[in-house]
């Protein structure tokens, strides 16, 4: 029998027993709606800052003993509303005319930086088994309810309390308070409301400063919930509660609720009666398994792509963004034949030195570094394709990159194929996935693009790794299994340098590539659509199949990239290389130094590989986590020169480099070059300048 | 006119980036006074009218209210001085209904016990809006929502009103109704710096005509003499549209 007598019991006791962790997605999403309500950002770092609280309450408490209260007071009270205040001041009042993927970036750096930032300075380390407290007395302790059938604790009543209680009293703040009216004015159009009297910094404060209130107050509210205080685990169940919030368009506090104790107790449902039914329907044991982890990664990704409504709710147009000064084109503005021979002698010099250095000097662990390096600058160039020529935010590029590692591991390990084969199979799969991928996504807007592609990381991340045929499930796949180098063309590539000169020429040609894309048909059309979309399909060219062939070939290099690495570390170690919350650095490393250049690629490679030895522990004994911090709020720069920090310096210096040279030879000629090679920009200045190539382009197909 | 200038600008200079739209313009709104600033696509008026209301802060030059320096002041600023600037444009909070719209430069609770009185009179004034209190602005016609800028510009019963292209986009009777109101709005007391390529409305309400070319005031005076200057200089002389 399908069903057993006691059913409607047993639907109580699944409703009890997912109200608690509904109740902890519905107090995390009320906290996501409400800062993108008060602030219009999309804040992915709001996990963070709960993180960050709950971190100063457990050190407060435990470490330094200090009674709850005070505990409580300097980690919700003080702290929470004075990072949300330093946040508001120094980085979104000078973005509150951004674009919505502009302020994502910068949320996505600050959700690297904030708890990096928060451990250096406040000395704090996750300790295994040190189980973070409450804030209530006996917090542990359960109430029955009236029937005896499942118990609460009063932790998880008092997160169910304070749920419901900031939703009527946030609803009320917007509904009858013209504060609230004043907060939704700002986020609109902060010049508009301005125009009406409004002092706009000062709402934006405020909506800052309760907002982060909020994520300090969720943070200690819900940090009993693990055996261990890391900010991944606030990442992961922000975008849980990212799912909730969406239920709710991310405009609706009451929905938000709903959405987080319906999905919290929908997984219970699933947990009670799935393994139930599945005795007898085999078919239902994989959904029984993979189902209940997913679930919220399913629902997100499921109302990015079939509920139209939501891509409307963001980014509505400033209607007064024309007081805005013009945005900067690009650095790199056309620059003489006499600097690009200058610049091209120094790059010569530098790389022959460093390749010196690295074969003739380097001992094993420097080899390993640059290695890594150079895999990781290959990895970065699907970024680039994807950030840098799409203009499209992917948070799943790690996610992409694991796929090539397992692929290696897995022929290997069951065909005995040869790994750089499987490389190149990886990079097919990586591709095939992409290419799926981007068919249900391509048409989503910036932000939507980003959180449907984080949902996918997640779902990765949560149910495909733990297949037998990918991730390895529950054989040693994943334990320690390795995977030999090649040994091709008599060649040994177990010999560093060897395997080093390999990966350089797999990325030099997958830089080729990237560059002849870039100056093709393929990179031209995307910088039209980037421009404007509707201006671009109004002349003839169809986004899908140039966003698939992207997204596809970004997935390719990001797979092609991950199975070196694999090979590299003789092992997959996904949740150290390839993890959503590791691949979140990636794009911010990216971005932050320049998304839409190989050479911000190599930048980007060698940051990641050697930042952390060579620059923050040898020059100036730092901890590596400063990384983090650096990058992360290097990230805020985004809005201002969306080309990277690289390639706006570099068009600073190279503008006085010529001068400079100038002044030392006056009757030389200052002709742009036209032969630039891939360090160097295309000599049109600006994006403006580049979508009318490409729409030409795209127009005369 | 006697009054004293509710209004002044002293050899603005002004931009956007890199770019000047403004040089060194000087003009002055008395206090109940009309003026209209004239002038072809790109001469510069809308900036003139954004300076006016602190939304472009001027590079050179000082900008006064009634007396009182508030060169560089927030815009808000501009607003409770009682500078009330209806923009061009669909210049609405599109996700707001109408009663939102008309209620944010009050500031204070909005109860649902009984809107403002002013909401009323604005109600009054542009019947069209009180039918549709409840409705997102975002989805009125192109028309409803150039009313709703202005009626939001109104309720605040301002000392200045700086009406930037109000015809822009209405249907010729619906113009005829905006400057009958903008009348209505000046024998009331207001002062009135009126932005406008429609020239002939601009020119019977307002008794003094600013004209704007390339950026610098090439000719001001009573509107009675601006009729044959204004002709060759918009529509007459090479390079304009």
């Not at chain 1, 608690?20 to 996990?47: D, E, M, R």
């Not at chain 1, 997958?510 to 109004?538: C, D, I, K, P």
């Not at chain 2, 009179?121 to 409840?134: D, H, T």
Request: glycine fraction near 10%; include cysteine.
């Amino acid at each position: 029998m399908l069903i057993a007598a006691n059913v409607g019991e047993d639907v109580f006791r699944a409703v009890l027993q997912g109200t608690p962790p509904g109740a902890v997605f519905a107090l995390i999403a009320l906290g996501f709606v409400l800062t993108y309500k008060t602030s219009g950002v999309f804040n992915l770092a709001f996990g963070a800052q709960a993180y960050v609280s709950a971190a100063m309450y457990f050190k407060a408490k435990v470490e330094w003993e200090w009674p709850t209260f005070w505990a409580f007071f300097i980690s919700v009270i003080l702290l929470a509303p004075a990072i949300g205040l330093l946040l508001e001041r120094i980085i979104f009042r000078h973005l509150r005319t951004a674009p919505a993927v502009a302020k994502l970036v910068v949320a996505i750096g600050l959700t690297v930086a904030i708890p990096a930032l928060f451990e250096l300075l406040a000395g704090f380390e996750a300790v295994a088994g040190q189980t973070p407290q409450g804030i209530l007395p006996d917090g542990a302790s359960v109430f029955y309810d009236p029937f005896g059938v499942y118990p609460w604790s009063r932790n998880e009543l008092a997160q169910l309390l304070v749920a419901v209680t900031a939703m009527l009293l946030l609803g009320a703040m917007f509904r009858y308070s013209s504060i609230g009216l004043s907060m939704r004015a700002v986020v609109e159009s902060p010049r508009l409301a301005e125009l009406a009297g409004v002092n706009s910094n000062r709402v934006s404060s405020l909506a800052w400063g309760i907002s982060s209130l909020f994520a300090g107050l969720s943070g200690v509210l819900i940090a009993p919930r693990f055996n261990t205080l890391a900010a991944p685990d606030f990442f992961n169940i922000m975008v849980v509660a990212i799912a909730a919030a969406a239920i709710g368009k991310l405009v609706s506090l009451p929905w938000a609720v709903v959405g987080g104790l319906g999905l919290g107790i929908t997984i219970s449902l699933f947990t009670t009666f799935l393994p139930r039914w599945s005795d007898d329907l085999s078919w239902l044991r994989p959904f029984q398994e993979n189902l209940t982890p997913s679930l919220p990664f399913v629902v997100l990704f499921g109302i990015m792509v079939l509920w139209p409504g939501i891509r409307q709710s963001i980014d509505s147009t400033d209607p007064l963004s024309g007081v805005d000064p013009p945005p900067p084109g690009l650095a790199s503005s056309a620059r003489s034949k006499r600097l690009t021979n200058v610049t091209r002698v120094t790059a010569i010099l530098i790389i022959g030195i460093c390749a010196f250095w690295v074969f003739a000097k380097a001992d094993v662990g420097w080899m390993f570094l640059v290695t890594q390096a150079v895999i990781m600058s290959t990895i970065f160039l699907s970024i680039t394709v994807i950030t840098g020529f799409a203009g499209q935010i992917s948070l799943c590029q790690a996610s992409f990159a694991a796929m090539g590692g397992f692929a290696v591991f897995q022929l290997a390990d069951r065909w005995d194929i040869p790994v750089l084969l499987g490389a190149l199979i990886g990079a097919a799969i990586a591709a095939a996935v992409g290419a799926l991928l981007a068919l249900p996504i391509l048409r989503l807007g910036g932000v939507w693009f980003a959180i449907a592609t984080l949902a996918f990381a997640f779902f990765f991340d949560s149910v495909m790794i733990k297949f037998s045929w990918v991730g390895g499930g529950d054989t040693s796949l994943l334990q320690g299994t390795r995977v030999d180098r090649p040994d091709m063309f008599g060649i040994d590539f177990n010999n560093d340098k060897s395997f080093l000169l390999l990966v350089i020429v797999v990325f030099i040609i997958a830089s080729f590539l990237v560059v002849r894309v870039r100056e093709g048909t393929v990179g031209r059309t995307l910088q039209a659509l980037r421009g404007s979309e509707v201006a671009a399909e109004s002349i003839g060219i169809s986004p899908v199949r140039v966003r698939v062939t992207a997204f596809a070939l970004s997935a390719a290099i990001a797979g092609l990239g991950g199975s070196l690495l694999t090979i590299q570390q003789e092992n997959v170690n996904y949740a150290g290389n390839f993890a959503p919350f590791a691949g979140l650095f990636w794009t911010v490393l990216v971005v932050t130094l320049s998304a839409r250049t190989v050479e911000g690629a190599v930048m980007a490679g060698v940051s990641f590989g050697l930042f952390e030895r060579a620059v923050l522990r040898n020059v100036f004994q730092l901890s590596g986590k400063w990384r983090f911090v650096l990058f992360g709020l290097a990230a805020s720069q985004y809005a201002r020169h969306p080309e990277g920090i690289l390639e706006y310096g570099k068009g600073r210096s190279f503008g006085r480099l010529d001068a400079l040279l100038d002044r030392w030879d006056p009757r030389s000629s200052r002709s742009g070059d036209e032969s630039s090679s891939e360090s160097e920009e295309p000599t049109v200045d600006g994006d403006s300048a580049a979508d009318v190539d490409g729409a030409k382009t795209g127009g005369t197909r | 006119m006697s009054h004293e200038p509710i209004l002044e600008l002293t050899g603005v200079t002004a931009g956007y980036g890199p770019f000047r739209a403004l040089f060194d313009v000087s003009l002055s709104v008395p206090e109940g006074g009309a003026v209209a600033l004239l002038g072809a696509n790109g001469a510069g008026k809308t900036t003139v009218a954004r300076v006016a209301s602190g939304l472009v802060k001027p590079l050179e030059g000082s900008v006064d209210i009634a007396g009182r320096e508030v060169t560089g002041k927030p815009t808000y600023h501009f607003a409770r001085s009682g500078i009330v600037h209806a923009p061009e444009g669909r210049s609405v909070f599109s996700t707001f209904t109408v009663e939102e719209n008309l209620a944010l430069p009050f500031g204070r609770t909005f109860s649902r016990k009984g809107v403002p009185a002013a909401l009323e009179r604005a109600y009054e004034i542009f019947p069209q809006l009180g039918n549709r209190r409840k409705q997102i602005a975002g989805t009125l016609s192109g028309g409803e929502q150039r009313m709703l800028c202005l009626a939001r510009a109104l309720v605040e019963s301002p000392k200045l009103l700086i009406a930037d292209e109000l015809s822009l986009g209405l249907a010729p009777i619906i113009v005829d109704q905006v400057y009958d109101l903008l009348e209505k709005i000046r024998e009331a007391g207001t002062a009135v710096l009126v932005v406008e390529q429609h020239v002939g409305h601009a020119l019977d309400l307002c008794d003094h005509v600013i004209l704007l070319t390339h950026g610098e005031i090439s000719w001001e005076g009573p509107s009675d003499e601006a009729r044959h200057v204004v002709a060759s200089t918009i529509f007459g002389s090479p390079g304009t549209e």
